[in-house]
């Protein structure tokens, strides 16, 4: 474990974590109304995750972690401080195909991409365009039959 602290990030923090995101090579961006999840060491920023709301559905998007920092459980605090705070609420992600372990320890499942909600379609399509070797996860809502 780390001396890292997880909090919400205030709007007027949000150039901090977009000048972060591209730092460590993460185009994705902020927007004003996305709840951002920030691991701090000190002054330092060393994890971020957003729960975004795209289309009527919510998105886990941005998971980032300094590279320096990696493989000390920061990945895995943030994504539980968003998952709590889901409560019955569905959310989806598009994570690499190799963090298939990682996501699903957070109860999020590899769905078919044609089961996907529509916008999605065209940025897996962009991201394979890329290179990138990613598939989509849903977190089922608590409140679901079977979840």
Do not use: K
Not at 28 to 57: C, F, M
Not at 71 to 81: D, K, P, S, V
């Amino acid at each position: 474990m780390t001396d890292a602290t997880i909090r919400i990030a205030r709007p007027e923090e949000h150039p901090r974590v977009l000048a972060t995101y591209e730092a460590w090579g993460y185009g994705g961006g902020v927007q004003p109304e996305d709840r951002v999840y920030l691991a701090e060491s000190g002054a330092e920023l060393v994890g971020i995750v957003r729960r975004t709301r795209e289309h009527e559905v919510t998105m886990l998007r941005g998971m980032q972690v300094a590279p320096e920092w990696r493989g000390r459980g920061i990945g895995w605090r943030l994504l539980r401080a968003l998952v709590a705070e889901l409560g019955a609420e569905e959310c989806y992600c598009v994570p690499y195909s190799h963090l298939t372990g990682f996501y699903g320890g957070a109860g999020f499942v590899a769905i078919p991409e044609e089961n996907a909600p529509p916008f999605l379609r065209p940025r897996m399509a962009g991201y394979r365009t890329r290179g990138l070797d990613v598939l989509v996860m849903r977190r089922p809502g608590s409140l679901e039959a079977g979840a």
